[in-house]
């Protein structure tokens, strides 16, 4: 069981057992090869690459790719570290981040994965053959697709765990394409907004949905085909919001089971004796916060690395809604203007204080 290392201002020429020696791509500590127990650590930065994973991991033993979003085994500083489809974060030159064929007991903790709209098929791609015990936490996903099975080559995903993740402007993060039995894919605590499709379509059983919050979606959960007997997807402890069509919805009734959700609509979904309708009521303290000129990043912040920051519009406001002018060559479109400055804690500029969530959290 080895420890690699990935990171800019790397050499994939170098062995990666050490920061400095790492590597530069993430297919360069694939390559070494990595093999059953290995742990790779990746630097902040952006990476502009496609993983195909070459080897499996076993039980007990997977081989883990971490993000090092706090910089304590990488630079000592730490950062976002993402990871595209994209050769300029305009246009897509990769059809796939992560590309899995017939791989097992792989995982992945700390990614920021993203794609430019519509032309990438999805950020995790099964093809071909199947793979088992995917592992994926503490990662966000932006753009199209999530995670993908070409169902038509009669490719599965099975025991699949997907965990404290967060996915937005995704058109489907979730889909498969085949009817199969017994699955064992979970995906829970994990936070899906502002996505235009249906978020999770699948025809697996087996298949658990514990407690998501989904907000603005056309559907939440879909079972898009008819599963065989005996066969459920079961979703319970989850809020959803802001939903374009039904919130739930199965080809068959008896095949999505729900309780205790809060759950505006249904289709061919019976309704679970403790679920609710109501609204969730979100707090806004982060919204005062930048609507009385605080200094705290809002989730629609744009990224330093956004191809918006400082292009011409037509008579744009004089300042932005938390009251900030002109940053730069050029006041960006849209609501709020791009600043280096801001931070993740609430400001001075507000009266709201944001008191920190007991305990250890990982963004």
């Known amino acids: 069981m080895a420890t690699y290392y990935v990171g800019k201002g790397g050499n994939d020429a170098s062995d990666g ?46 081989i883990t790719y971490i993000g090092d979003y706090d910089g304590s085994h990488t ?45 990438v098929y999805s950020m995790f791609w ?22 993908g099975i070409k169902g038509f080559q009669s490719a599965n995903l099975t025991n699949m765990l997907v965990e404290n993740c967060i996915a937005t402007n995704c058109y489907n993060f979730y889909i498969d394409g085949e009817v199969q039995d017994n699955s064992g894919n979970v995906i829970q605590n994990c936070l899906f907004f502002a996505n235009s499709g249906i978020v999770i379509d699948t025809k697996s059983g087996g298949f658990t ?22 066969q459920t997807v079961t979703v319970n402890n989850c809020v959803m919001a802001g939903i374009n069509s039904f919130a739930l919805e199965a080809k068959t009734l008896g095949n999505l089971v729900e309780d205790y959700n809060l759950c505006p609509t249904r289709s061919n979904v019976a309704t679970g004796a403790h679920s609710l309708a109501y609204g969730s009521l979100l707090d806004m303290r982060w919204a005062h916060e930048l609507l009385n000129g605080g200094s705290m990043l809002s ?9 918006l920051i400082n292009v011409a519009g037509t008579s744009p406001t004089t300042a932005d809604m938390r ?23 609430a400001g001075s500029g507000g009266a709201v204080s944001i008191q920190p969530i007991q305990g250890s959290v990982r963004l």
């Open 17 to 62: 057992t050490t920061w400095a020696k790492r590597k530069l791509t993430l297919n360069g500590a694939e390559d070494i090869p990595v093999a059953a127990g290995d742990t790779v650590y990746v630097g902040p930065g952006t990476y502009r690459e496609t993983l195909t994973c070459d080897v499996s991991g076993s039980s007990g033993s997977p």
């Open 75 to 119: 630079d000592g500083t730490g950062g976002i570290v993402r990871v595209t489809a994209s050769d300029n974060d305009q246009t897509t030159a990769r059809n796939y981040i992560v590309k899995m064929m017939g791989r097992a007991y792989r995982a992945f903790d700390g990614f920021a994965f993203d794609a430019c709209p519509k032309s």
């Open 126 to 147: 099964v093809e071909t053959s199947d793979v088992d015990h995917l592992t994926i936490r503490n990662c966000t996903f932006n753009g199209w697709g999530g995670i």
């Open 209 to 230: 949905i514990k407690n998501c919050s989904f907000y603005g979606a056309y559907r939440c959960v879909y079972v898009s085909s008819s599963l065989n007997a005996g």
């Open 299 to 307: 989730p629609f912040d744009l990224a330093s690395y956004s191809q």
């Open 323 to 345: 009251g900030t002018s002109k940053i730069g060559t050029e006041r960006e479109w849209g609501a709020l203007e791009y600043d280096s400055t801001l931070d993740i804690e």
